[in-house]
């Protein structure tokens, strides 16, 4: 981002805590270098279309933030809560999730190309056309969460689900396996299985074998 555009953005709403306002106000004031947010919290915040390109965000708190077109390319939320942030439309290309929590989330429309969500607790959030390609997610809890009309794409998909995940219109290939949770049971889903439990929920992936997922 230019420092003319950056200093053309301002929040809509500032962190209740002066430190996170604080590294955020320094941050629009300075040019050339990414904001430093790391263990900062930023809950009271409106940061929509905000560019964090190649921010810190590690162990952060946006629990509830807004950031609704913001972009993440390249930048680093491992371990950061976003429980309940409002994602919609947001650039998480190439984004470094790993350990963070989504639970409850919007990421609705958001780009996640390449993104990487090891080990993330997504539970109950929506991915409502979300376009999830190329990206790892590994140890994934997906249970609940709304995955309406999102595209994947050669995706490491190894996840956890259960009745009430929404799959209608996903579509897309992955590679499983899929731990699928019905009531305290759950079974282990692969191969034609696993696709034909996406289509009976009105969705149309296609199972590669795990032969060489994509790093």
């Known amino acids: ?52 390109t190649s921010s810190w965000f590690t162990q952060a708190v946006l629990a509830g933030v807004r950031l609704a077109g913001v972009s993440f390319y390249r930048a680093d939320l491992q371990s950061a809560d976003l429980t309940g942030a409002d994602l919609t439309g947001a650039d998480l290309v190439r984004a470094n999730l790993n350990e963070a929590v989504l639970r409850s989330a919007r990421l609705d429309g958001a780009d996640m190309v390449k993104a990487s969500l090891h080990g993330v607790d997504a539970s109950g959030a929506s991915f409502r056309g979300t376009r999830i390609m190329g990206a790892s997610l590994f140890r ?11 595209v994947l794409s050669h995706n490491s998909f190894r996840v956890t689900v259960d009745d009430a995940t929404v799959v209608r219109g996903l579509t897309g290939t992955v590679f499983g396996p899929v731990t699928v949770f019905s009531g305290e049971s759950s079974r282990e889903l692969a191969g034609a299985e696993l696709e034909a439990w996406f289509g009976e929920r009105g969705g149309q992936v296609e199972v590669i074998a795990p032969d060489s997922p994509p790093k």
């Open 1 to 52: 981002m230019s420092s003319g555009t950056r200093k053309k953005w301002e929040p809509k709403a500032l962190p209740a805590d002066p430190e996170a306002t604080h590294r955020l106000q320094e941050w629009l004031a300075e040019d050339g270098y990414s904001l430093f947010g790391i263990e900062h919290d930023f809950r009271g915040a409106d940061l929509s279309g905000a560019d964090f």
């Open 140 to 150: 994934v809890d997906l249970r609940g969460a709304d995955l309406t009309d999102a």
